[in-house]
């Protein structure tokens, strides 16, 4: 009993904090991969982290241990990079594969009037076979070798550096592959998904074992919603039900804080990584970033930071960054993503928390139906009473430190008319209102895409960037309003987009996975790795806004 009682008091004395990325004592945590990562020996943190163990842990890390010996704990760039060599390899754990559901010619193509268009929407069709993936058998039959988290069927992923799937890119890929009537990849996809929260209670940044400190925007019942709505099949969602509801209860066992405004206390959702050690796939620029930073608390907590920056999908931006003023005026080592409360995920969540109550409802599920709904409502008047501001008619993050709106733009701001996590009653006010303050904002001046905010810092979440997911939400969000003027900025916001996509691939026949404002269809840049190509997001936002601003409503015959 004494030893329950000690046992008790020592865990409850580890901070959060104090929690590494993963189990894994050669990929997340430790004396190897510090010493590998911090030697520099690739031009991309994450290719280290990537690689297949030659052999199993125990053995991989006797035999670093008598490196270390061997090299008086003092290795040389060329001495890792030679027992990197001996006991790593790059391996490629994926088979090409091809949709069984791939066609050439999706019915949509028989509604796009636009010649130039109506090729542009064939080009990315053909686009998603050199995205598809299926996990080598190896992998799935040896996960002690790989950190590739082994799923069973086939998926799209986002492309160049990013092999494996990831979590918010997925919303816009199945997006896409609908539009592309490829519903059954949609469900293989959807089935990996399911897997992983059935086995870890959570779906991470992306299929890695690095990412299982983290998540990424709670996107799955979205997903879910736009495949039952395309395919009706309620039998898949009945097996599948208590999957779906045990991934956003992780959300409000993990995400949630105490918000105070007007003398009025509220709980919402911020990211919020617990774990204080660096990235290990950006594990040599956390600790750069760190560096200058005098106590080891002080770097713990930036690195919880910078995963929770990580989590928001929004690595890096002047949205996290916030000094002492509360504005973005410093760097990343003033990265406060934990104490801010974002507009976007708790748009998010809302409208989780409603798809998962209409799901109930179509299972005659009406107890936990009812449970949903009631978070969904609760979730929409918070919205409205803490992060909207009726000067200025939109919605602003909160910084929950200094208890006031950040009053900055960010695409992010029109997150609830995307999620509809407001009174439906005003819609057409709030759309009103909305495209004002796009005006305000001066939204149009930009002919290469609504920009991911108007602060040039060099980060890739910031000015000049502009961002395939970000279009999505400001131009639907204004769509969906119903308001005139909403819809009609909408139309020539996607307009622009789709050209300036049209115009970037035309030049390299390729699409990519953020674009410059300023210069239609330039690529961006910024941040911690080069521009990367594919790219699957990026096709499945065009789609939508093809499917939506350039066809006619019925097919031609």
């Not at 990584?273 to 796939?281: A, D, H, K, L």
């Amino acid at each position: 009993m004494k030893f329950l009682l000690l046992l008790a008091i020592l865990t409850a004395s580890i901070s959060g904090q104090d929690l590494p990325s993963c189990d894994s004592k050669v990929y997340c945590q430790g004396n190897l991969l510090h010493t590998v990562q911090m030697a520099k020996i690739f031009n991309d943190s994450k290719t280290f982290v990537d690689m297949k163990m030659v052999n199993d842990e125990k053995t991989t890390l006797a035999n670093f241990d008598k490196f270390w010996s061997d090299t008086n704990q003092n290795p040389s760039k060329d001495q890792v990079r030679k027992f990197v060599n001996e006991n790593f390899e790059m391996y490629n754990e994926f088979d090409d594969w091809v949709p069984g559901d791939l066609t050439d010619n999706p019915e949509i193509l028989s509604r796009i009037d636009n010649e130039e268009i109506r090729q542009f929407t064939q080009d990315l069709v053909n686009i998603w076979p050199k995205l598809a993936r299926k996990i080598k058998k190896e992998v799935i039959d040896n996960p002690g070798l790989f950190t590739l988290l082994p799923v069973d069927n086939g998926f799209v992923i986002p492309g160049g550096r990013f092999k494996e799937f990831y979590y918010w890119d997925s919303y816009w890929i199945i997006k896409g592959l609908l539009v592309s009537q490829m519903n059954q990849t949609v469900r293989g996809m959807l089935d990996n998904f399911l897997s992983i929260v059935d086995k870890y209670g959570f779906l991470p940044n992306g299929a890695r074992i690095y990412y299982l400190n983290r998540s990424q925007p709670p996107l799955l019942n979205l997903m879910v919603a736009t495949y039952i709505d395309a395919t009706n099949d309620t039998k898949w969602l009945q097996d599948n039900i208590k999957i779906l509801d045990k991934e956003l209860r992780y959300w409000l066992d993990n995400k949630l804080v105490e918000v105070t405004k007007n003398g009025t206390t509220y709980t919402m959702a911020h990211y919020d990584s617990e774990s204080g050690f660096p990235r290990p796939e950006s594990y040599y620029e956390d600790v750069i970033t760190a560096s200058t930073l005098s106590s080891e608390e002080a770097r713990k907590q930036l690195y919880a930071d910078l995963k929770s920056g990580a989590e928001s999908g929004w690595d890096f931006s002047t949205r996290w960054i916030v000094d002492e003023t509360g504005g973005t005026s410093a760097n990343l080592t003033s990265l406060h993503t934990r104490r801010i409360i974002p507009v976007d995920l708790n748009s998010f969540l809302c409208q989780a928390f409603r798809k998962l109550a209409e799901f109930y409802v179509i299972l005659h599920d009406y107890e936990n139906s009812i449970f949903w709904y009631e978070k969904s409502f609760l979730w929409q008047k918070t919205i409205d009473e803490v992060l909207y501001n009726k000067e200025d008619g939109i919605w602003y993050d909160w910084d929950n430190e200094l208890g006031q709106h950040r009053k900055i733009f960010f695409p992010s701001n029109f997150a609830p008319l995307w999620a509809e996590a407001y009174d439906l009653s005003k819609a057409d006010v709030l759309g009103e209102r909305a495209a004002q303050y796009a005006d305000d904002q001066k939204l149009l001046d930009y002919e290469g895409g609504i920009p991911a905010s108007l602060t040039r810092s060099g980060e890739q979440w910031d000015y000049p960037n502009a961002w395939p997911p970000l279009q999505s939400i400001v131009v639907m969000g204004l769509d969906r309003s119903g308001n005139c003027q909403a819809k009609e900025l909408a139309k020539e916001l996607a307009r622009r987009w789709v050209t300036a996509n049209l115009i970037g691939f035309n030049q390299t026949n390729e699409m990519f996975e953020k674009y410059d404002a300023e210069v239609p269809g330039q690529y961006g840049g910024g941040g911690e790795y080069v521009i990367q190509s594919g790219f699957g997001w990026t096709n499945g936002v065009a789609l939508e806004f093809i499917e939506r601003f350039y066809t006619v409503s019925e097919k031609k015959h």
